[in-house]
């Protein structure tokens, strides 16, 4: 809930299910939003101190992402909308992340300044993106098949790690050897990326000499996770290099959920340093999914006046 711009309550329901079942089951993930969603928003509300009838306009996600868990937020903004008699905003999902950036909380944090280099990366896409304004963004290169938060969680999971995997790897690599284990490095032209062939060469490793030697996913887990993390950054760091040099980058930011990731941060923190550019990442918990960004991209579409018709429909597909 933003208040004049500002964050006054940022709820995110217990994504415990699905640790449960090891990955997002789409029919649990749609089930768990019908249920959460009167007490999240009520709760919101309350910690905002704000009732319904004090809302100027809400905002919810469009897309991309499962559509069973998508109608559930478009159904309830729609009627809310209509209810209260409210602008609706429509918000693109992965737009948002690089949004959260401008999330304000009262004291000013430095911001990027427009245009900038965003990499999003989260478990479903990785993106550079030219951010030219809050609503006009260029993918300039995106993953041709996985996502990198993907390789964090397939790559937890031959390790028996819970889902969401990411920063379960990012623990234990934080004391193993990012150089034990040789990963390949992904051949992909352009400013494109590639995470399967990591991750299908990190299965394999873990499998073939499970079966050799039973135990050996457990006893070095600390090392197989900091090689696998240590791949998967070694890939992002040297596009956004690319990226920086071939567009005289300026100023430069992560987003989405594997931006909480402390390794990657550092290293693009001296990438951008070394490259003579500023670097930018949000909080860690605007990183990961949340309801903050998506209100923070819905104030830049208000003050636009781009409104969403109240038959908007969600769309699982966007890129
Ligand atoms: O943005 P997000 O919350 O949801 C999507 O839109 O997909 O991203 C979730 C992804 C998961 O793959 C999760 O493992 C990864 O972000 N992730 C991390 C870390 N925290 C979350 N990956 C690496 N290190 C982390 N600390
Ligand atoms: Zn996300």
């Given at each position: 809930m933003l208040i004049d711009g500002v964050l006054h309550s940022n709820v995110v329901a217990s994504q415990e299910v699905h640790a449960q079942w090891g990955g997002v089951v789409p029919e649990l993930a749609s089930r768990a939003h019908q249920e959460n969603i009167v007490p999240v928003v009520q709760q919101a509300l309350e910690q905002a101190g704000v009732?319904?009838?004090?809302?100027t306009a809400i905002a919810f996600t469009r897309?991309?992402?499962?559509i069973g868990a998508l109608l559930v937020g478009a159904c309830f903004a729609r009627s809310m909308a209509q209810a209260l008699n409210i602008p609706l905003l429509a918000v693109d999902h992965v737009q948002a992340h690089v949004m959260a950036?401008?999330?304000?909380?009262?004291e000013d944090r430095p911001v990027p300044s427009f245009p900038f280099l965003n990499l999003t990366v989260s478990g479903g896409h990785t993106q550079l993106v030219l951010v030219r304004s809050p609503l006009e963004m260029e993918v300039i290169g995106s993953t041709l098949d996985d996502a990198a938060g993907e390789a964090f969680d397939k790559g937890a999971k031959v390790l028996?790690?819970?889902?969401?995997g990411g920063p379960l790897v990012e623990q234990y690599a934080?004391?193993?050897?990012?150089?034990?284990f040789k990963l390949p490095v992904p051949a992909v032209p352009g400013l494109d990326f590639s995470f399967s062939g990591i991750k299908t060469a990190f299965v394999a490793l873990v499998q073939r000499v499970e079966r050799e030697l039973p135990g050996f996913a457990e006893n070095e887990r600390a090392d197989l996770c900091a090689s696998l993390q240590n791949a998967i950054i070694d890939h992002l760091v040297a596009k956004v290099r690319r990226a920086i040099r071939d567009h005289d980058i300026k100023h430069v930011g992560i987003a989405g959920?594997?931006?909480?990731?402390v390794a990657l941060a550092v290293r693009l923190g001296e990438l951008a340093q070394r490259e003579g550019a500023e670097f930018f990442v949000p909080k860690r918990e605007f990183?990961?999914?949340?309801?903050a960004m998506i209100a923070t991209a819905g104030a830049f579409l208000l003050e636009a006046g781009v409104l969403a018709p109240l038959d908007t429909v969600p769309v699982p597909r966007i890129y």
């Open positions: 009732t319904a009838s004090g809302l897309g991309p992402g499962l950036h401008f999330i304000r909380e009262g028996g790690l819970p889902y969401p934080k004391t193993g050897d990012p150089h034990r959920g594997v931006a909480a990731n990183c990961t999914d949340n309801a």
